[in-house]
């Protein structure tokens, strides 16, 4: 076997921190205006993320990528790099060509994939090499030494090492076989089994300190924004007494920001915190996404930079109200898939996907599951709120966390989240499960693990929402049952004390009485909202997963087609949005995208038996194609949008 060319990546060592910080926090158009700003196309070994550690250099490649569906690699000694394959660049997802048919299920049940790199460094020392996301399963060796194990994508993870000056391989294998086993673990997915690295890879010098984790916390008032911002301070010397230091930048205004200074043990991490006010702030908002740069620094040894927006949301009763002013959530869903990439998203398709939601009017998004933090920084700078899906994603009503090992798990992936994402202002709410049945489970772990992260959230991140999604679609009304058997609760138990708003998922005209007419479905529409608001009293409401497939193989009157589609998202969208207690509907969801291939339609088919026709393993739900293709819903979804933003200002 014929071993692959060696491709050699140079990682530059940081110039003299000294004047590092100097740029930093002096000069004008530093390190955070010289990068690529959101959309912008970034250089070859400049991170497509603009935020985290200063010194990163981005490991996108070439890299050789081999499969591995006998699991052989491992005997085989690949875990030193002498393995054949293709030259990619990273992110890469091996299966993301089959997701239908017959292909489609064998790619879905998984397989294993090695990715191989040359790195080299001109300096001894400590380096870390970050991943933004491997699924499902990822080993990582460094010379043939592992250095680093982690479980779950959508989760960052560092790899650290000493390296000495020279050339060096990195190796990573990546597992995502069987998927329902991954389920029974508390790893449930609601999209397609994509594997492999699915977000950037980047590498970093490591100093006496590392700064990491930055949150930030607006405050509103007199004119002026009081910002509270904190950050974990990493002592990798002696003991000794550590000051962070830093500056929030905007048009050549310069504010200083200072923190006391702690004694820091050797190997101790604490968080710091500070004020500073910024008077007559530039406030983010959509349609005025203004952003400040923020950059934290030790001096001479580490610094962080940032992209931070000045807003405060709050709830004030039912409604949520951004900078003072009330606003309401109108958009769609999205996931972060497509074709022949997967979720290993790059920067053009991640700015086609915003550009889909200016094009419907969105001022809202929602994702079930972590955005890549580059996706984070485009939805920041354009004005796009985030109902962010944390923790597990479960299916309707399940909870597989189950067990105090999966519920510490559970939790850590919450701290992690939290800790990568908090300082985007494009997150308005943290939701923390996927279609809650009536008021959870509590033999299960459910209702506890709630509590505790809700608090927690509250605690931590008061500038945001904490939200429950609630699988409420109907199923059919009676005299007796005004919410049609909807898995809601009679009233709202304890697990909903600390969470400001409720995310109703409810398919009104698609899997409760599809085909009946649309004056039937408002009607229907009239009376469950008034029992969901009685449910609920005291909860901002968002109606956040509502829709009907469509596509050209079916009758475009009939559920299905196209027309069918469009007339029941601009009539639920009209229905939800005349109710006053309503604070926005959120279309699931904005392309199609890939799913499991046992999914194909789910109950419309047994309405229907059989004469609508869907394709398997391919959500059509989408305003948009797989392919970016606007559907004739896109127009009647933007006019009804328009026409809530209109009646807001009434």
């Given at each position: 076997?014929?071993?692959?060319?060696?491709?050699?990546?140079?990682?530059?060592?940081?110039?003299?921190?000294?004047?590092?910080?100097?740029?930093?926090?002096?000069?004008?158009?530093?390190?955070?205006?010289?990068?690529?700003?959101?959309?912008?196309?970034?250089?070859?070994?400049?991170?497509?993320?603009?935020?985290?550690?200063?010194?990163?250099?981005?490991?996108?490649?070439?890299?050789?990528?081999?499969?591995?569906?006998?699991?052989?690699?491992?005997?085989?000694?690949?875990?030193?790099?002498?393995?054949?394959?293709?030259?990619?660049?990273?992110?890469?997802?091996?299966?993301?060509?089959?997701?239908?048919?017959?292909?489609?299920?064998?790619?879905?049940?998984?397989?294993?994939?090695?990715?191989?790199?040359?790195?080299?460094?001109?300096?001894?020392?400590?380096?870390?090499?970050?991943?933004?996301?491997?699924?499902?399963?990822?080993?990582?060796?460094?010379?043939?030494?592992?250095?680093?194990?982690?479980?779950?994508?959508?989760?960052?993870?560092?790899?650290?090492?000493?390296?000495?000056?020279?050339?060096?391989?990195?190796?990573?294998?990546?597992?995502?076989?069987?998927?329902?086993?991954?389920?029974?673990?508390?790893?449930?997915?609601?999209?397609?089994?994509?594997?492999?690295?699915?977000?950037?890879?980047?590498?970093?010098?490591?100093?006496?300190?590392?700064?990491?984790?930055?949150?930030?916390?607006?405050?509103?008032?007199?004119?002026?924004?009081?910002?509270?911002?904190?950050?974990?301070?990493?002592?990798?010397?002696?003991?000794?007494?550590v000051r962070l230091t830093g500056v929030l930048r905007r048009d050549g205004q310069d504010i200083q920001v200072e923190f006391p200074s702690v004694r820091l043990k050797p190997k101790e991490?604490?968080?710091?915190?500070?004020?500073?006010?910024?008077?007559?702030?530039?406030?983010?908002?959509?349609?005025?996404?203004?952003?400040?740069?923020?950059?934290?620094?030790?001096?001479?040894?580490?610094?962080?930079?940032?992209?931070?927006?000045?807003?405060?949301?709050?709830?004030?009763?039912?409604?949520?109200?951004?900078?003072?002013?009330?606003?309401?959530?109108?958009?769609?869903?999205?996931?972060?898939?497509?074709?022949?990439?997967?979720?290993?998203?790059?920067?053009?398709?991640?700015?086609?996907?915003?550009?889909?939601?200016?094009?419907?009017?969105?001022?809202?998004?929602?994702?079930?599951?972590?955005?890549?933090?580059?996706?984070?920084?485009?939805?920041?700078?354009?004005?796009?709120?985030?109902?962010?899906?944390?923790?597990?994603?479960?299916?309707?009503?399940?909870?597989?966390?189950?067990?105090?090992?999966?519920?510490?798990?559970?939790?850590?992936?919450?701290?992690?989240?939290?800790?990568?994402?908090?300082?985007?202002?494009?997150?308005?709410?943290?939701?923390?499960?996927?279609?809650?049945?009536?008021?959870?489970?509590?033999?299960?772990?459910?209702?506890?693990?709630?509590?505790a992260m809700s608090k927690k959230l509250k605690t931590e991140d008061p500038g945001r929402l904490t939200a429950l999604d609630v699988w409420a679609t109907p199923v059919k009304y009676t005299?007796?049952?005004?919410?049609?058997?909807?898995?809601?609760?009679?009233?709202?138990?304890?697990?909903?004390?600390?969470?400001?708003?409720?995310?109703?998922?409810?398919?009104?005209?698609?899997?409760?009485?599809?085909?009946?007419?649309?004056?039937?479905?408002?009607?229907?529409?009239?009376?469950?909202?008034?029992?969901?608001?009685?449910?609920?009293?005291?909860?901002?409401?968002?109606?956040?997963?509502?829709?009907?497939?469509?596509?050209?193989?079916?009758?475009?009157?009939?559920?299905?087609?196209?027309?069918?589609?469009?007339?029941?998202?601009?009539?639920?969208?009209?229905?939800?949005?005349?109710?006053?207690?309503?604070?926005?509907?959120?279309?699931?969801?904005?392309?199609?995208?890939?799913?499991?291939?046992?999914?194909?339609?789910?109950?419309?088919?047994?309405?229907?038996?059989?004469?609508?026709?869907?394709?398997?393993?391919l959500n059509q739900k989408g305003l948009f194609t797989y392919g970016g293709r606007p559907k004739p819903s896109v127009a009647p979804v933007r006019a009804a949008l328009q026409r809530a933003?209109?009646?807001?200002?009434?």
């Open positions: 076997m014929s071993l692959a060319p060696r491709r050699t990546l140079l990682i530059l060592v940081p110039v003299v921190l000294a004047a590092v910080l100097l740029a930093i926090l002096l000069l004008p158009g530093g390190p955070t205006t010289s990068r690529a700003a959101a959309g912008d196309t970034a250089e070859p070994t400049k991170p497509v993320t603009i935020s985290g550690p200063f010194g990163r250099i981005a490991l996108g490649g070439p890299w050789t990528v081999a499969e591995d569906a006998r699991n052989t690699g491992l005997r085989a000694g690949w875990r030193g790099g002498n393995f054949s394959g293709k030259d990619v660049t990273i992110p890469y997802v091996p299966n993301a060509g089959r997701i239908t048919g017959a292909g489609g299920v064998i790619s879905h049940r998984g397989s294993i994939a090695w990715y191989r790199t040359k790195i080299q460094v001109d300096a001894d020392g400590q380096y870390a090499i970050a991943f933004g996301s491997v699924n499902h399963h990822a080993t990582v060796w460094v010379d043939g030494k592992q250095v680093a194990d982690h479980t779950g994508e959508f989760l960052p993870f560092d790899a650290r090492m000493s390296l000495k000056a020279g050339e060096h391989t990195l190796v990573v294998r990546a597992d995502w076989r069987d998927p329902e086993k991954m389920k029974a673990d508390g790893w449930h997915r609601l999209w397609f089994n994509f594997g492999g690295i699915n977000r950037e890879v980047t590498i970093r010098k490591l100093g006496p300190s590392e700064v990491q984790a930055p949150y930030v916390t607006t405050t509103l008032g007199g004119g002026a924004a009081k910002v509270r911002i904190s950050a974990e301070v990493v002592n990798r010397s002696v003991e000794r007494d991490t604490r968080r710091v915190q500070t004020e500073v006010t910024v008077q007559d702030p530039a406030l983010w908002a959509p349609g005025s996404p203004n952003l400040y740069d923020l950059t934290l620094a030790v001096p001479n040894e580490s610094a962080y930079q940032t992209r931070i927006g000045l807003r405060q949301i709050e709830k004030r009763g039912t409604n949520i109200f951004l900078n003072g002013e009330r606003i309401t959530l109108r958009g769609a869903s999205i996931h972060e898939d497509a074709p022949g990439y997967g979720t290993g998203l790059r920067p053009e398709q991640m700015d086609s996907l915003v550009g889909d939601l200016k094009e419907i009017g969105a001022n809202a998004t929602r994702a079930q599951h972590p955005l890549s933090p580059a996706l984070l920084e485009r939805l920041d700078a354009a004005g796009i709120l985030l109902w962010q899906g944390v923790g597990p994603t479960d299916s309707p009503g399940s909870w597989k966390s189950d067990t105090p090992a999966k519920a510490a798990v559970a939790r850590q992936r919450v701290q992690t989240t939290l800790d990568e994402q908090q300082t985007h202002p494009s997150i308005v709410v943290w939701n923390l499960v996927n279609e809650i049945a009536r008021n959870g489970g509590t033999d299960n772990g459910q209702v506890p693990y709630i509590r005299a007796k049952d005004p919410v049609g058997g909807a898995r809601v609760p009679e009233r709202m138990g304890s697990v909903y004390r600390d969470i400001d708003a409720i995310g109703v998922t409810s398919y009104q005209g698609w899997y409760s009485d599809p085909g009946k007419s649309m004056a039937f479905l408002k009607d229907s529409i009239r009376r469950f909202t008034g029992e969901i608001k009685r449910i609920y009293a005291g909860k901002i409401l968002v109606l956040t997963e509502f829709g009907a497939e469509a596509n050209g193989e079916n009758a475009t009157n009939r559920p299905g087609g196209y027309g069918y589609q469009a007339d029941l998202l601009k009539t639920t969208i009209d229905a939800y949005s005349a109710d006053p207690a309503m604070s926005g509907t959120i279309v699931w969801n904005l392309r199609d995208f890939g799913v499991a291939p046992t999914f194909i339609g789910g109950s419309i088919r047994r309405t229907y038996k059989g004469t609508i026709r869907l394709v398997r393993g933003a209109d009646d807001l200002q009434k």
